[in-house]
Structure formats: structure tokens, C-alpha cells
């Protein structure tokens, strides 16, 4: 009796965390650390074959003298997201320049330089000159590039340094994160929104914004990135 008492215990224990593992919305890695598995070119039915490396844990993109998309181009996740919390860390090179994208959505014709989506900024913010461009400092790491600058107290450790990002997106409600330290948050549609992207490189598209799924991107701007521990789970 004791051990079928014992045997019972175990087994819902068990059943316990495997429902709790099983269950949808749980973390779970979008780079496995060793392949390219989920991930291809945007725009392309395959991985690039040239530009980007899987090495020591790290997805890296190398240098090619800061032209954009031009070595490789951009990656974007296979799955398309919604409402989701992204974490990764990454590590940009001294004077680099990269980003993480979401909501990207493969339209026709495709744009010439980088693929369009709102854009979590990753830049030297010393040493390069996007940094003193846009309007307010918004287009320095953390901001959502063009749009909402992070603040100027931010918890950024520079290049050459991992530094974790974070974006959290619930319905139209969006927010970045720079080292756990939250630094812009925005709601999708609204006024102030719209008046922002008006004012922003990106007021000759007219969808831009209005998408509520699409791809999660890492993008070929031509410098040294390095990107680890790629996680996420929906909301």
C-alpha cells in the first residue's frame, strides 16, 4: 500500500510539470544557441548565406563597413507574433549600429535598405553620428527608432558590453526595456502615436504602425553584432 501511495505521489508530481511546461504562453528560446533553426532571411525562404554566424552561443552578424542590408541582409523569425514579451541580450560592436524589429510584415514592393517594422534601437551612442540625428535623441539604444527617445539616464553599458533588451507588447499597448530598466512605452494608435510618426522617416508609409502581428527582426546594418539567450512567450 505504502508503495502505491508512494508511486501515485510521483506520478502527479510529474504529470504537474509536465502540464506546467506544456502550458502555452511559457518562455521558450527562439535561437537554440548552435543552429539557425526558426530563423531565415526576410524576404527570402531560407537562412542568408553569407553575413551572419552561429558561434560560441551567439547569433552574430559581421561587419561589412556599416552598409546596410548588404551583407546578408536582415533576419526575421519564421512565426509571426501578437501580444508577446521578447528578452534577449545582444552586443554591439564600438561605432555599430543594429536593431531588433517587430510587427514586420513582408509587403511588396520590398523596400530598399532595411525591412520595415517599429524598431527597438541598438547604437553606439558615442561614437555613432545616427545618434545626433532624429529628433531628441530618438534614435539612441532603447528608443523606438525615430519616434520616442529612451531616456538620457538610461541603463546602457555601452558597445563591446552584453546588454539585455526587453519589449513587451499587450494589445496596443507597447514598452522597451534597456537592463530591466524600462525606457519609452506607447500606445499604438493613438493620437500622439500617429502625430509622432508624421514627424518621422517613416510618414511615406502608410501602414506603418497599423500592424498587430508580424515577424520579430534582427537587423544587417552593416556592423558587428552579437545576439544570446533569445527568448519569448506569448501574452
Known amino acids: 500500500m ?3 501511495i508512494q508511486t501515485s505521489f510521483v506520478f502527479l508530481i510529474v504529470a504537474f510539470i509536465f502540464s506546467f511546461q506544456t502550458k502555452p504562453g511559457n518562455w521558450r528560446n527562439l535561437f537554440d544557441g548552435k543552429t539557425t533553426k526558426g530563423w531565415r532571411g526576410v524576404y527570402l525562404d531560407h537562412f542568408p548565406d553569407s553575413g ?37 541580450e545582444f552586443k554591439v560592436n564600438k561605432g555599430g549600429n543594429s536593431g531588433i524589429k517587430y510587427f514586420v510584415v513582408e509587403r511588396q514592393p520590398k523596400p530598399s535598405g532595411s525591412a520595415i517594422g517599429c524598431e527597438f534601437q541598438i547604437l553606439d551612442d558615442e561614437n555613432h553620428p545616427d545618434a545626433k540625428l532624429g529628433k531628441n ?14 531616456p538620457n539616464d538610461k541603463k546602457f553599458l555601452g558597445p563591446n558590453q552584453w546588454n539585455k533588451a ?34 518621422s522617416k517613416y510618414n511615406k508609409f502608410p501602414f506603418f504602425g ?25 501574452l
Do not use: C, M
Open 166 to 199: 526587453r519589449i513587451l507588447v499587450d494589445g496596443n499597448k507597447v514598452e522597451h526595456w534597456l537592463n530591466d530598466v524600462k525606457t519609452i512605452e506607447y500606445t499604438k494608435g493613438s493620437e500622439e502615436f500617429k502625430a509622432r510618426i508624421a514627424e
Open 137 to 150: 535623441g530618438n534614435r539612441k539604444t532603447g528608443s523606438l527608432y525615430d519616434l520616442i527617445p529612451a
Open 52 to 88: 551572419w554566424v552561429v558561434k560560441d552561443n551567439q547569433l552574430i552578424h559581421k561587419s561589412s563597413a556599416g552598409k546596410e542590408s548588404t551583407s546578408g541582409g536582415d533576419i526575421v523569425t519564421e512565426e509571426e507574433f501578437t501580444n508577446f514579451e521578447l528578452e534577449l
Open 210 to 234: 497599423n500592424d498587430n502581428r508580424g515577424h520579430i527582426l534582427l537587423q544587417d546594418h552593416g556592423d558587428e553584432v552579437a545576439f544570446r539567450n533569445i527568448r519569448i512567450h506569448t
Open 2 to 4: 505504502k508503495n502505491i
